[in-house]
Protein backbone atom coordinates (compact mmCIF):
# COMPACT_ATOMS: atom_id res chain seq x y z
CA UNK A 1 0.00 0.00 0.00
CA UNK A 2 0.93 3.70 -0.95
CA UNK A 3 1.70 5.45 2.64
CA UNK A 4 1.49 9.62 2.70
CA UNK A 5 3.70 11.87 5.01
CA UNK A 6 2.83 15.24 5.87
CA UNK A 7 4.80 17.56 7.31
CA UNK A 8 4.85 19.35 9.08
CA UNK A 9 2.25 17.89 11.43
CA UNK A 10 1.24 21.87 13.16
CA UNK A 11 2.64 25.09 11.29
CA UNK A 12 2.37 28.43 12.84
CA UNK A 13 2.59 31.57 10.94
CA UNK A 14 0.64 35.11 10.64
CA UNK A 15 -1.74 36.56 8.15
CA UNK A 16 0.57 37.44 5.24
CA UNK A 17 3.02 34.96 5.22
CA UNK A 18 3.52 32.62 2.57
CA UNK A 19 3.56 28.91 3.76
CA UNK A 20 3.85 25.51 2.45
CA UNK A 21 3.19 22.28 3.35
CA UNK A 22 4.92 18.98 1.90
CA UNK A 23 3.70 15.44 1.10
CA UNK A 24 5.89 12.51 0.58
CA UNK A 25 4.70 9.50 -1.25
CA UNK A 26 6.20 6.06 -0.10
CA UNK A 27 6.66 5.18 -3.99
CA UNK A 28 6.15 7.34 -7.40
CA UNK A 29 2.74 8.45 -7.73
CA UNK A 30 3.36 10.78 -11.22
CA UNK A 31 1.04 13.50 -10.51
CA UNK A 32 -2.24 11.81 -9.34
CA UNK A 33 -2.51 13.89 -5.85
CA UNK A 34 -5.26 15.74 -4.59
CA UNK A 35 -5.06 18.50 -0.98
CA UNK A 36 -8.04 19.19 0.85
CA UNK A 37 -9.22 21.99 3.75
CA UNK A 38 -10.68 21.26 6.45
CA UNK A 39 -12.01 23.10 9.01
CA UNK A 40 -13.25 21.99 12.46
CA UNK A 41 -16.86 20.66 12.47
CA UNK A 42 -16.78 20.85 8.69
CA UNK A 43 -16.61 18.56 5.73
CA UNK A 44 -13.24 18.80 3.70
CA UNK A 45 -13.15 20.73 0.79
CA UNK A 46 -10.92 20.01 -2.66
CA UNK A 47 -8.18 22.87 -3.37
CA UNK A 48 -6.17 20.82 -5.99
CA UNK A 49 -5.75 17.89 -7.97
CA UNK A 50 -3.47 16.25 -10.70
CA UNK A 51 -0.72 18.01 -8.16
CA UNK A 52 -1.22 21.45 -9.01
CA UNK A 53 -4.51 22.14 -11.02
CA UNK A 54 -6.31 24.03 -8.92
CA UNK A 55 -10.17 23.85 -8.06
CA UNK A 56 -13.05 25.65 -9.09
CA UNK A 57 -13.68 28.47 -7.40
CA UNK A 58 -10.39 28.08 -4.81
CA UNK A 59 -7.97 31.42 -4.73
CA UNK A 60 -5.08 31.39 -6.34
CA UNK A 61 -3.19 32.28 -3.51
CA UNK A 62 -2.97 28.55 -3.08
CA UNK A 63 -0.86 26.58 -5.54
CA UNK A 64 0.31 22.92 -6.01
CA UNK A 65 3.51 21.55 -7.14
CA UNK A 66 5.73 17.95 -7.28
CA UNK A 67 5.19 15.12 -9.23
CA UNK A 68 6.64 11.66 -8.24
CA UNK A 69 7.15 11.01 -4.49
CA UNK A 70 7.42 14.74 -3.58
CA UNK A 71 4.48 17.31 -3.51
CA UNK A 72 3.92 20.63 -1.69
CA UNK A 73 1.17 23.13 -1.21
CA UNK A 74 1.83 26.96 -0.84
CA UNK A 75 -0.10 29.77 0.63
CA UNK A 76 1.43 32.63 -1.34
CA UNK A 77 -0.62 35.15 1.07
CA UNK A 78 -2.24 33.26 4.48
CA UNK A 79 -5.62 35.04 5.06
CA UNK A 80 -7.41 34.56 7.96
CA UNK A 81 -9.76 32.68 6.43
CA UNK A 82 -6.64 29.87 5.72
CA UNK A 83 -6.56 28.39 9.11
CA UNK A 84 -7.60 24.96 9.09
CA UNK A 85 -6.18 21.78 8.85
CA UNK A 86 -4.98 20.45 5.42
CA UNK A 87 -4.84 16.32 3.97
CA UNK A 88 -2.75 14.97 0.59
CA UNK A 89 -4.03 12.22 -0.90
CA UNK A 90 -2.32 9.95 -3.49
CA UNK A 91 -5.69 8.46 -6.16
CA UNK A 92 -2.97 6.90 -8.11
CA UNK A 93 -3.81 3.05 -8.20
CA UNK A 94 -6.88 1.64 -6.81
CA UNK A 95 -5.26 0.31 -3.24
CA UNK A 96 -7.06 2.74 -1.65
CA UNK A 97 -6.96 6.44 -1.65
CA UNK A 98 -4.37 6.85 1.31
CA UNK A 99 -4.64 10.72 2.73
CA UNK A 100 -1.66 11.83 4.71
CA UNK A 101 -2.06 12.86 8.41
CA UNK A 102 -2.82 16.01 7.73
CA UNK A 103 -1.30 19.56 8.70
CA UNK A 104 -3.12 21.93 10.94
CA UNK A 105 -1.92 25.74 9.85
CA UNK A 106 -2.91 27.75 13.23
CA UNK A 107 -2.07 31.43 14.30
CA UNK A 108 0.75 32.46 15.39
CA UNK B 1 -26.08 22.32 -7.15
CA UNK B 2 -24.23 19.47 -6.05
CA UNK B 3 -25.71 18.63 -2.92
CA UNK B 4 -24.38 15.48 -0.77
CA UNK B 5 -26.73 14.75 2.56
CA UNK B 6 -25.65 11.64 4.95
CA UNK B 7 -28.32 9.77 7.15
CA UNK B 8 -28.59 6.37 9.80
CA UNK B 9 -25.63 7.57 11.99
CA UNK B 10 -26.25 6.83 15.81
CA UNK B 11 -25.19 4.97 18.51
CA UNK B 12 -24.42 1.04 18.34
CA UNK B 13 -22.84 -1.37 20.77
CA UNK B 14 -20.03 -3.55 19.66
CA UNK B 15 -20.88 -5.96 17.46
CA UNK B 16 -24.24 -4.29 15.60
CA UNK B 17 -24.44 -2.91 12.71
CA UNK B 18 -26.31 0.05 11.17
CA UNK B 19 -26.68 0.95 7.29
CA UNK B 20 -25.66 4.90 6.76
CA UNK B 21 -27.21 6.40 3.07
CA UNK B 22 -26.16 9.31 1.61
CA UNK B 23 -28.57 11.18 -0.93
CA UNK B 24 -27.52 12.83 -3.72
CA UNK B 25 -29.29 15.96 -5.36
CA UNK B 26 -27.90 18.30 -8.18
CA UNK B 27 -26.70 15.38 -10.46
CA UNK B 28 -26.65 11.63 -11.31
CA UNK B 29 -24.37 9.42 -9.17
CA UNK B 30 -24.84 6.67 -12.03
CA UNK B 31 -22.44 8.39 -13.99
CA UNK B 32 -19.51 8.91 -11.30
CA UNK B 33 -17.62 6.96 -9.04
CA UNK B 34 -18.51 7.14 -4.96
CA UNK B 35 -16.32 7.20 -1.80
CA UNK B 36 -16.90 6.61 2.15
CA UNK B 37 -14.82 8.41 4.01
CA UNK B 38 -14.27 8.81 7.84
CA UNK B 39 -12.70 10.60 10.63
CA UNK B 40 -12.60 9.55 14.26
CA UNK B 41 -12.71 11.70 16.97
CA UNK B 42 -9.60 14.30 17.12
CA UNK B 43 -8.11 12.37 13.66
CA UNK B 44 -7.46 12.64 10.50
CA UNK B 45 -8.99 11.71 7.12
CA UNK B 46 -9.45 7.86 6.62
CA UNK B 47 -10.62 6.18 2.94
CA UNK B 48 -12.97 3.31 3.73
CA UNK B 49 -14.24 2.56 0.03
CA UNK B 50 -15.20 3.29 -3.17
CA UNK B 51 -17.64 2.11 -5.73
CA UNK B 52 -17.55 1.99 -9.66
CA UNK B 53 -19.90 4.48 -11.49
CA UNK B 54 -20.98 1.34 -12.83
CA UNK B 55 -21.03 -0.49 -9.42
CA UNK B 56 -19.52 -3.29 -10.56
CA UNK B 57 -16.11 -3.04 -8.92
CA UNK B 58 -15.77 -2.25 -5.19
CA UNK B 59 -12.99 -1.48 -2.73
CA UNK B 60 -12.19 -1.60 0.90
CA UNK B 61 -9.32 -0.57 3.33
CA UNK B 62 -8.03 -3.23 5.01
CA UNK B 63 -9.88 -1.66 8.07
CA UNK B 64 -13.13 -2.47 7.04
CA UNK B 65 -12.49 -5.26 4.52
CA UNK B 66 -15.08 -8.04 4.87
CA UNK B 67 -17.34 -6.27 7.72
CA UNK B 68 -18.57 -2.82 5.67
CA UNK B 69 -20.32 -2.96 2.42
CA UNK B 70 -20.55 -0.26 0.16
CA UNK B 71 -23.72 -0.07 -2.66
CA UNK B 72 -25.44 2.61 -4.51
CA UNK B 73 -28.82 2.51 -5.96
CA UNK B 74 -28.78 4.94 -8.97
CA UNK B 75 -32.78 4.67 -9.09
CA UNK B 76 -33.00 6.35 -5.90
CA UNK B 77 -29.64 8.31 -6.34
CA UNK B 78 -28.24 7.18 -2.96
CA UNK B 79 -25.06 5.86 -1.86
CA UNK B 80 -25.18 3.20 1.11
CA UNK B 81 -22.50 1.76 3.57
CA UNK B 82 -23.32 -1.76 5.49
CA UNK B 83 -21.38 -1.50 8.84
CA UNK B 84 -21.76 -5.51 10.04
CA UNK B 85 -19.99 -6.54 13.42
CA UNK B 86 -19.03 -3.16 14.90
CA UNK B 87 -15.79 -2.43 16.73
CA UNK B 88 -15.50 0.34 19.01
CA UNK B 89 -12.92 1.59 16.68
CA UNK B 90 -15.47 2.49 14.11
CA UNK B 91 -16.55 5.30 15.57
CA UNK B 92 -16.18 8.38 13.55
CA UNK B 93 -17.85 10.80 11.26
CA UNK B 94 -18.74 8.79 8.32
CA UNK B 95 -18.69 11.16 4.94
CA UNK B 96 -20.07 10.44 1.34
CA UNK B 97 -18.12 11.59 -1.33
CA UNK B 98 -18.47 12.21 -5.14
CA UNK B 99 -15.06 11.25 -7.52
CA UNK B 100 -15.23 11.71 -10.80
CA UNK B 101 -16.08 9.01 -13.44
CA UNK B 102 -13.08 6.69 -12.99
CA UNK B 103 -12.23 5.45 -9.32
CA UNK B 104 -8.47 7.17 -9.46
CA UNK B 105 -10.22 10.60 -9.46
CA UNK B 106 -10.42 13.00 -6.71
CA UNK B 107 -13.09 13.78 -3.87
CA UNK B 108 -14.69 16.69 -5.02
CA UNK B 109 -17.88 17.36 -3.51
CA UNK B 110 -18.79 16.31 0.23
CA UNK B 111 -21.74 15.30 2.15
CA UNK B 112 -21.44 16.61 5.69
CA UNK B 113 -21.02 13.33 7.44
CA UNK B 114 -23.01 11.50 9.86
CA UNK B 115 -21.59 10.12 13.52
CA UNK B 116 -21.45 6.35 14.18
CA UNK B 117 -20.54 5.94 17.65
CA UNK B 118 -19.76 2.04 18.66
CA UNK B 119 -19.70 1.31 22.74
CA UNK B 120 -18.37 -1.40 24.37
Known amino acids: DIQMTQSPSTLSASVGDRVTITCRAS??????LAWYQQKPGKAPKLLIYKASSLESGVPSRFSGGGSGTEFTLTISSLQPDDFATYYCQQYNTFSGGTFGQGTTVEIK | EVQLLESGGGFVQAGGSLRVSCAASGFSISSYAMAWVRQAPGKGLEWVSTISSGGDSTYYADAVKDHFTISRDNSKNTLYLQLDSLRVEDTAVYYC?????????????WGPGTLVTVSS
Open chain 2, 97 to 109: AKAGYWVTTPLDS
Open chain 1, 27 to 32: QRITNW
